[in-house]
């Protein structure tokens, strides 16, 4: 008889568990904002937005990114859009406000163009040398774990971060140049880097059938 009233009662706990969706929650990342106004070598936003499946979230984030940089005798500069899509799971799982203490994981994807510039470079054989390199419609793909905070502020106005280890960069690069920076990722030269969003996010109750 034990047996049987706890059987019964997980039964009932499964039961009461609801993957349809309460809120979709759209935001921005406040940083990219602000870099673009402070940095002189960057410019570009991103936008975010998930939806809840119980503990659960569908995540996804899009954005522009460009830098540029300039040296002595070289000009790069790069610009393109990416995205990320991914899930998070949310472990503050008995919080009526639905606030997020949380780990996930993204596959991202960037595609963009990049130009370098060279100029009166001398040579002792041939002079002075001006140098283009370019890689034109390029894409670059990686992967990401995640964690983080989102909280409620007031009535629908959330705030949250991200932090994020991206790794697995590949990029399809055909020509004599090497990508140097990927939107979305960042430089090229370490096999990992780490990435970080603050988000001010407005969440938008969906409907829920009792």
Do not use: C
């Amino acid at each position: 008889m034990v047996f049987a009233q706890s059987d019964t009662t997980k039964v009932d706990s499964l039961a009461k568990k609801s993957y349809i969706p309460t809120g979709i929650r759209f935001g921005v990342d406040a940083l990219s904002i602000a870099r673009t106004f402070y940095s002189k070598t960057f410019d570009g936003w991103e936008v975010n937005a998930d939806v809840d499946f119980d503990r659960y979230y569908l995540a996804v984030d899009y954005g522009y990114w460009a830098r540029t940089y300039t040296g002595d005798k070289a000009l790069y500069d790069n610009n393109g859009r990416y995205f990320r899509v991914g899930a998070d799971v949310n472990f503050l799982t008995k919080d009526p406000e639905k606030n997020m203490f949380f780990f996930g994981l993204r596959y991202g994807r960037a595609t963009f163009s990049e130009h370098l510039k060279i100029e009166n470079v001398q040579d002792p054989t041939w002079g002075s040398l001006d140098t283009q390199l370019s890689n034109n419609n390029i894409n670059g793909s990686w992967f990401e774990l995640v964690t983080g905070l989102k909280v409620k502020m007031w009535k629908f106005i959330w705030m949250g971060y991200t932090a994020r280890f991206k790794f697995g960069l590949s990029t399809n690069e055909t020509g004599i140049m090497m990508p140097s920076d990927v939107p979305g990722y960042g430089s090229t030269d370490k096999q990992s880097t780490w990435g970080f969003n603050y988000q001010l996010f407005f969440r938008i109750p969906t409907p829920v059938k009792k």
